[in-house]
């Protein structure tokens, strides 16, 4: 019996040793409609990490099957950028095309974005692509992507938006936010 005693502490300890370190948790998060809100604190600068994250499901031509994928807004290292990240291949940067579509708005397709290298996520960070993809979410209830690839066929997601202008403010709350290009006149 004093055996199965030491084993019992042994695991509790093996357990405590477990304990996940709420940088990269989700403890405190909050919720705006569809949306997950981070309040995690970076434990270097002591100040707030932004993030915000809303999931729906992805399907690409290659996949029998839908699966969950993840749009979120981040201020990351100081600059605002927006992530798509999905459970399988998208395609690479020098021949993927992207485009969206906010609810029954017109669509933009050869959207300035990129593939980060050997991961399935897709980051829209270019000050005039980020400005209008931004300036058309607030108030917008779905956002359809596509994303064309010559090695990984076709991608498309839908993402429920009920809640983003929670998400917005708390993401960029302290980040510079990229202007919408002047338009031009002739």
């Known amino acids: 019996m004093r055996g199965m005693a030491w084993i019992g502490v042994i695991f509790a300890g093996l357990l405590g040793g477990c304990v996940r370190d709420p940088y990269v948790g989700a403890e405190g998060d909050t919720r705006s409609a569809e949306w997950y809100i981070a309040h995690q604190v970076d434990r270097v600068t002591g100040t707030e990490l932004p ?48 485009g969206y579509r906010f609810d ?20 829209l960070e270019e000050p005039a692509a980020l400005a209008t993809f931004l300036s058309e979410l607030p108030g917008s209830r779905k956002l359809y992507i596509r ?28 980040c510079p936010m990229p ?3 002047a338009k031009r006149t002739s």
């Not at 809303?54 to 969950?68: A, E, L």
């Not at 749009?71 to 290292?77: A, I, M, N, R, V």
């Not at 994303?147 to 302290?174: D, H, M, Q, V, W």
């Open 104 to 123: 029954d708005r017109p669509g933009h397709a050869g959207v300035e974005a990129r593939v980060v290298k050997g991961q399935p996520m897709l980051v």
């Open 147 to 174: 994303i064309r690839s010559l090695i990984a066929g076709r991608t498309s997601a839908e993402y429920p938006l009920e809640g983003s202008e929670a998400a917005i403010k708390a993401a960029f709350a302290n």
């Open 179 to 181: 202007a919408l290009p």
């Open 51 to 98: 993030s915000a994250a809303v999931h729906g499901w992805g399907s690409n031509s290659y996949v029998d099957f839908p699966k969950i994928s993840q749009f979120q807004l981040t201020c990351f290292d100081g600059h605002p950028l927006v992530r798509f990240a999905f459970a399988f291949k998208i395609g690479n940067d020098r021949e993927s095309v992207f």
